[in-house]
């Protein structure tokens, strides 16, 4: 599942033609893509080069706007974490073919909202056997993985650290993803445990503890265990009240 900068002929076609193992790919379509019907089969005692694709088909554009087009509705159970979604779906099969490119066969979807709150939207699979709502289901998928590399990258650095050299690109990406996680399992261990409400503001009220709340948690925790523990050895102690250090922490850890 990608989205639409890998709508490439070449890497599809690679990946369903060319790979051991041939890997199903799901993603976005452009309405004016050029399709085309399967190259007609080749008849006895014909000449010349045999034909990569048959007649044109009109354009994803032009299907959405047909009245004649059929449409089916869909539910889909988590849209884009909103919960379930009503969407009306058509889809063909088709081959899209581009000069000097291997023909890649697929199965198109186009996707539009009854509610016309969003503009038709264009998917392609090529695995030309998967449902339509299948295809939808997988591709709405993605939205969780947009949401880690956000956060990944708005809190953690992710693609803007400045190394020169490769291989130091290489360890640190992993390293830091794999640090999302760390971050991610022990706050929910945490909170699980009923560690509070998730921070609130006045602009933005929300039910569900978001990662920038994951992390301003185990910096607490950390800081706790590491600054404010007591020791026997220390003669010199400054009484702090409880509800000022809880306020500095909370600051400092949304800060950091």
């Not at 452009?30 to 990569?52: S, T």
């Not at 449409?71 to 889809?91: C, F, L, M, N, Q």
């Amino acid at each position: 599942m990608a989205d639409s900068g890998y709508a490439c002929i070449r890497l599809l076609a690679a990946c369903r033609r060319f790979l051991p193992k041939p890997v199903t790919f799901v993603t976005r379509l452009r309405l004016d893509a050029a399709l085309y019907e399967p190259a007609p089969p080749r008849k006895p005692k014909q000449i010349g080069r045999p034909r990569l694709k048959g007649k044109r088909l009109p354009t994803l554009a032009a299907v959405a706007d047909d009245p004649g087009t059929i449409w089916t509705p869909v539910a889909v159970a988590d849209w884009y974490g909103k919960g379930e979604r009503i969407v009306e779906v058509a889809s063909a099969t088709a081959l899209w073919y581009h000069t000097g490119l291997p023909p890649v066969p697929l199965r198109w979807v186009l996707v539009r909202d009854p509610q016309g709150e969003f503009a038709p939207q264009a998917l392609l699979c090529t695995d030309l056997t998967a449902e339509p709502a299948r295809i939808l289901g997988w591709f709405v998928l993605r939205w969780k993985m947009e949401v880690t590399f956000q956060e990944a990258r708005r809190h953690l650095g992710v693609e803007t650290q400045r190394q020169w050299s490769e291989p130091a690109i290489r360890r640190t990406t992993p390293a830091l993803l794999g640090l999302f996680s760390l971050v991610t399992l022990f706050a929910h261990q945490r909170m699980a445990q009923g560690s509070g409400a998730p921070r609130q503001a006045s602009w933005y009220r929300k039910s569900h503890p978001t990662f920038s709340d994951a992390l301003a948690l185990v910096r607490r925790e950390l800081w706790a265990e590491g600054t404010f523990c007591g020791s026997a050895r220390e003669a010199d102690m400054v009484k702090v009240p409880r509800a000022f250090v809880e306020r500095l922490s909370e600051t400092l850890c949304y800060a950091a």
